[in-house]
């Protein structure tokens, strides 16, 4: 396996915590829950994509990048932890994002929208054409003599990816330091480089866990265990592992994401048992979406006493913010004011 030689930029703070979630796990009376603090990671709020940043910053300071260019969502963790990486590194960045609709207020700065002005990023909003947009900005600055280094959204290529079977490598010496058998892992899964470098990862290392990515809304789940086929066999011939998987090995739940960024009752739930539980924050984006099926699934009884399954917190608490009135709706037993906020490209106003 090739990772030990690629270069890394030394951005993310590793290895994060696996730490015992014994209220949780009492509470719901079923599997020993476990989570791993990805969200310790190091960069701006922590997150998942402090790994990814590290192989592909690592990759753009070899070739002597002077720019990077990318972008996202409105409210992207990806554009926050790649804004705080251009700082660490001392490196421009360009964000194109997608969003918001009819009905923003431009002037509203909150959540991670904030933080990509904090750190300084060149920012244009576009509803549409974002990704086309990137393109053309790394063109022109090529053409003006820069060396841009073009980072697709949430870096979910074979180098981001070797950044999560890195985090399972680590979680299987962790489940080894602690005689844990660690029989499920459950996260929030969007662009699919964590999953697949956590699948990969699992099966290579012979691990026994069961991968869960749970869909945060991102397209239907038939292109989606396409996709992350497709990556993960680039992501093992660029790594030099011989494993490869098949689609018995992509566990993909999209029944607890309405649509991105959509507020739900599970959602809300979760994050407030959460914090009252174990005193840990989740998002309502991303790790409340896997939360809740985590939660669900020790509820019904798919994950049983005999099971250990580790929550992997991949970050993304800056977006509590922006879900404010939601979230004082749900502490207060009101119905929630809305479901899609209106910086969601399914918006309409
Ligand atoms: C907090 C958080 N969790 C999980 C994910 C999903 O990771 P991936 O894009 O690698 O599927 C993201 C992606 O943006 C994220 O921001």
Known sequence: ???NTLPRAG?????????????LTEHLGGPTILVKRDDLTGLAFGGNKARKLDYLMGDALQKKADIIVTGAGFHSNWCTQTAAACCKLGLPLILVKSGPQDGYDPDQWDGNHLLHHL??????????????????????LRAQGRN??????GGSTP??????VHCMLELLTQAVDQTTEITHLYHATGSGGTQTGLALGAKALNTGIKVVGVSTGFGDSARRI??????????????????RLTEAD??????YSEGYGYATEAKTEAIKLLAEKEGLLIDPVYTATAMAALIDDARTGKLTEDDTAVFLHTGGTAALFPYRDTLKAHTQGKPLPW????????YTG
């Open 119 to 140: 750190y300084g990023a060149d920012i244009t909003i576009l509803k549409e054409g974002s990704g086309q947009r990137r393109q053309e900005i790394t063109d022109e």
């Open 11 to 23: 951005l993310a703070v590793t290895p994060t915590p696996l730490q015992p979630l014994p209220n």
């Open 339 to 346: 479901k899609i906020p209106q910086w969601n490209p399914d």
């Open 159 to 164: 180098l981001g990816a070797a950044g999560y």
């Open 226 to 243: 396409e996709n992350l086929l497709r990556l993960s066999h680039e992501t093992a011939e660029f790594l030099e592992i011989e494993t």
């Open 250 to 255: 992509i566990n993909v739940l999209d029944q």
């Open 1 to 3: 396996m090739r990772l």
């Open 148 to 153: 841009p280094y073009l980072m697709p959204v």
